[in-house]
C-alpha cells in the first residue's frame, strides 16, 4: 500500500505553513513503512492535499493542487518502486482542491472545483 502527504516547513498552527513538499511511502499490510519516505514534489504551495490512486499492475497516480514555484497540479507514475514524474499537459493551470476518482484501465478520471463549478475530467495513461 502506498501513502502521499503533504509536508509542511512550518506545521499547524503556524499563521503561514510556507513551501509544502509532496512525500511518499509505501507500507506493509500491518501499516508499517516498507522503506523511506520518497520526495515527489517540492515547494508546490501552501495547501497542495495530495491524492493517490493504484492499480493492480503496481502503476499509481499521485494528483495535488497548489500552487508557488509549481503552480500546476500534477501527477506521477510509480511502478512498484520506481518513481518517474509525467506531468500532463492538462494540469499546467492549477486546479483547485483536485481529487482522484477512480482509475479506469490505463486512464485516471478526477474531479477539481473552479469558476463555480464542479469539472471531472480523464488524463490519459502512459
Not at 500534477?74 to 482509475?103: C, E, F, K, L, N
Request: proline residues 8%; positive net charge.
Amino acid at each position: 500500500m502506498w501513502v502521499v502527504w503533504q509536508d509542511y516547513l512550518n506545521p499547524p498552527p503556524a499563521p503561514d505553513p510556507g513551501a509544502t513538499d509532496i512525500r511518499l511511502r509505501r507500507l506493509d499490510a500491518n501499516g508499517a513503512a516498507m522503506g523511506n519516505a520518497q520526495l515527489v514534489a517540492s515547494n508546490v504551495g501552501r495547501w497542495p492535499v495530495p491524492d493517490i490512486a493504484c492499480r493492480a499492475s503496481g502503476v499509481c497516480d499521485i494528483l495535488w493542487s497548489g500552487s508557488g514555484v509549481r503552480p500546476a497540479s500534477g501527477w506521477r507514475v510509480i511502478r512498484r518502486t520506481a518513481v518517474r514524474r509525467a506531468y500532463h499537459d492538462a494540469w499546467r493551470r492549477g486546479r483547485p482542491m483536485t481529487r482522484v476518482v477512480a482509475v479506469d484501465g490505463d486512464q485516471l478520471w478526477s474531479v477539481f472545483a473552479g469558476a463555480g463549478h464542479v469539472w471531472v475530467t480523464l488524463l490519459p495513461g502512459e
